[in-house]
T-cell receptor, first 115, second 111 residues
Framework: DAMVIQNPRYQVTQFGKPVTLSCSQT?????MYWYQQKSSQAPKLLFH???????NEADTPDNFQSRRPNTSFCFLDIRSPGLGDAAMYLC??????????????FGPGTRLTVT | GEDVEQSLFLSVREGDSSVINCTYT??????LYWYKQEPGAGLQLLTY?????DMKQDQRLTVLLNKKDKHLSLRIADTQTGDSAIYFC???????????FGPGTRLSVLP
């Protein structure tokens, strides 16, 4: 089945220690997103890639970076995690073309704990 | 700016119908969506409706759209305990470049 895969599902890192979360997709979608979701809140968009074009949300901290080496993979790098970065990180994909209904398909998420 | 609002909580009895409501502000929305999120999981797309439609039915789910009032609802018939989750309303516009989620409605299904 075509899907969005996130690894790992659970990640524990130490305060200030860089961490990378990964996402892959078999949907061949041209757009990939990273969201941060804290408990009982809506997902908050961090950035998205339209093909190789990177789009950062204005309020995304510089501590968060992303890489998309090819269509299938996208990475979220947190350079110096703070306690406030503990959250669920969701990857999503979408297809932007003339026939699209622009729905987003989500992975299962990576729960990040910062100790 | 764009805003999507939902009531935060809804409780229903098993077997009853649930109606989850959503209002949005951007009249240029092209599609509106309903997502379901179970504890510790990602968001699952349930259904979506194009903005020039007023109703869409898919098995137990009925989506109603009142474009004049910018009001969207999701009706779940014969609600089951497995329907307990958070339901997010979302809208897209500007050819998908803008995608806005509501705060989510926590649905509790009582036996």
């Amino acid at each position: 089945d075509a899907m969005v895969i996130q690894n790992p599902r659970y990640q524990v890192t130490q305060f200030g220690k860089p961490v990378t979360l990964s996402c892959s997709q078999t949907l061949n979608h041209n757009v990939m997103y990273w969201y941060q979701q804290k408990s009982s809140q809506a997902p908050k968009l961090l950035f998205h890639y339209y093909d190789k074009d990177f789009n950062n949300e204005a309020d995304t901290p510089d501590n968060f970076q992303s890489r998309r080496p090819n269509t299938s993979f996208c990475f979220l790098d947190i350079r110096s995690p703070g306690l406030g970065d503990a959250a669920m990180y969701l990857c999503a994909t979408s297809s932007w073309d003339r026939a699209s209904s622009y729905e987003q398909y989500f992975g299962p998420g990576t729960r990040l704990t910062v100790t | 700016g764009e805003d999507v609002e939902q009531s935060l909580f809804l409780s229903v009895r098993e077997g009853d119908s649930s109606v989850i409501n959503c209002t949005y502000t951007d009249s240029s929305s092209t599609y509106l969506y309903w997502y379901k999120q179970e504890p510790g999981a990602g968001l699952q797309l349930l259904t979506y409706i194009f903005s020039n439609m007023d109703m869409k039915q898919d098995q137990r789910l009925t989506v109603l759209l009142n474009k004049k009032d910018k009001h969207l609802s999701l009706r779940i018939a014969d609600t089951q305990t497995g329907d307990s989750a958070i339901y997010f309303c979302a809208e897209s516009f500007n050819y998908g470049q803008n995608f806005v989620f509501g705060p989510g409605t926590r649905l509790s299904v009582l036996p």
